[in-house]
């Protein structure tokens, strides 16, 4: 039922199916050239600093702002939100209505975007309105919002804000996880403004979109415990069906179904969450690793929970500290390798190939803003780390960060800095405005300028193959891929011994978080066929919708970590709702070296290279469908 009423609160235009079941054209190579493997490239202006954005289509990135001075206007005011086209690097403005600063959003699995809460109305520098008069922005109160975004390619779309969608309760910093049916969980947040938070300015609850029952929120008690840094808890919803968050120093697994909470172990080093803002990210899911979640955290601040108010924040030197943990496995934290340089702020954007990618950030301090003596103009970091770095999670320990190869950015990128993954495989990186309003005098001004960054595999020639189905469903039938074998090179077989398939969600980017940001690689294998050409057999999606939720992703193959041209698809019905599955078919063909290293007992071999898929990639779908029909696994916490 709830279904239907989410339905109904959007136009007619939005619900028309975005995709349509079919096959998608051959891949080619990318249209935008670059300026060489490991740069940047400033290729425009994003109308208005870039807090959030997010990969709408392909030639599309949508931006969003607090209110604020924009020099780019729309309907007689700075507008805090536009369009930004890949193509030829301009923006259309648009009218979002509602203060969206720090709000949080969402890939919902019919392909709608979500965009919730925000902060109260603000006239200039970023003060609150509290008569008409002052209302020179023309603003509403964003922190009971929902707002809607069917992203489309002919500049007609735009937000969708009506107050019969609006929450019950108001939310500054909540954070957003896409869930099995394709609905949302909103988890948190402050009631109004402020660096963090407090008992009466706590948000201590949780609902959902579409809204379940009485549409009223539930209390989550780890919120109440967590107190001040618990704002934008990191979240990831588990295969076990489960969710894994961490704020301030804690975790745990939120058994949502039944609204069960289980303490985790203590968050090692640092406060990852913001303002602390660390480095995080989900690794890839793959048959290697039984499309099991690990999650890893980088940086961050060592301040105590009674420090907060107490300490000149941007003499705190940021932490250089990596951790990982793999909650559905086990309840202890593993140290991962030291950052070369502490940072706050980085964003950790996960590459076709695997890798991942570390942008943006600052040596000290912390994210926020205030306009206290001590602060940098008003900024409570400095110190901007201009390399980046590139993050391997499969070397071995002690070699997974490297420099090489890498130039440095020349755009300093502190609070309020976001990127996304690009289908052509470069990295969008726009943002950063640690001020109360637009401003161009402070040592850290409002940035408009966009960055490309161009991975070491830009400038290759990009596998191409056809025969992509519009549609993804969960386990069933294999779908066959065609290869000519013109893109096989000299040595097919090792070529096609070293092809993954993957698919990719690149997230909502805020405050060092893309949420719902995945990496889920799928089985495959191949045949040889006698005109020289090669079949790819790819298996759907392993057969539980809490590996990658329902909803627009992206695929790739990835041939010797060369990856295609990304091509978008849909994973499951197209709605929110109960996704089908079933078991998954047997592949044929030889498959490849990159599925033979885990089973569903997580050991590993790399012997039969020319060996059937058979048993081992058979044996781990097969568990991870009995997972699914079984539901949550057993909590280890």
Known sequence: MYIQTHIAAFPARLIVPLFVSGVLAQTGQPTWQGTGAGTFQIVGNSGVSAQQLFLGTKNKVYIIDKVENNPLRVNDHAAWGSEYDLNDNTVRAMDVVTNTFCAGGALLGDGTWINVGGNQEVTYGGLAVNNTSQDLYKDGDGRFAVRFLSPCDDGNCNWVDDTKNYMKTTRWYPTLETLEDGSVIIIGGNLFGGFVSSTDNNNPTYEYWPRRGDGLEITLNFLQTTLPANLYPLTWLLPSGNLFLTTNWATEIFDYKNNVEHAGPAMPHAVRTYPGSAANAMLPMTPANNWTATMVFCGGTDLQPNQWRKTVVVNVPASASCVRITPDVTNTFEEDDDLPDGRVMGNFILLPNGKIFLVNGVNQGVAGYGNDSWAVGHSYADSPLLQPLMYDPDAPQGSRFSTDSLSASTVPRLYHSSATLL?????????????????????????????????????????????????????????????????????????????????????????????????????????????????????????????????????????NGIPSMGQEVMVGSGKIETQNATHPASLPGVFAIQQQTGNSTGSSSNSNRASTLGSQSATSLAYVFAAALAGAATLLF
Do not use: C
Not at 424 to 442: C, H, K, L, Q, R
Not at 532 to 548: E, K
């Open 423 to 559: 289908p052509d495989g470069s990295v969008f990186v726009s943002g950063s405005n640690p001020n109360p309003d637009v401003t161009t005098t402070e040592k850290w001004s409002t940035e408009w300028r966009v960055e490309r960054f161009y991975p070491a595999y830009y400038s290759e020639h990009r596998p191409e193959y056809s025969g992509l189905p519009t549609k993804l469903g969960y386990g069933g039938p294999y779908f066959n891929l065609t290869v000519a074998s013109s893109e096989l090179g000299s040595d097919p077989a090792s070529s096609l011994g070293n092809t993954k398939v993957v698919l990719m969600r690149f997230g909502f980017s805020t405050h060092a978080i893309n949420f719902g940001q995945k990496y889920v690689q799928l089985n495959n294998t191949y045949t040889m066929n006698s005109d020289g050409s090669a079949t790819l057999h790819v298996s759907q999606v392993p057969p539980n919708p809490a590996i990658l939720a329902p909803g627009p992703a992206w695929f790739f193959v990835v041939v």
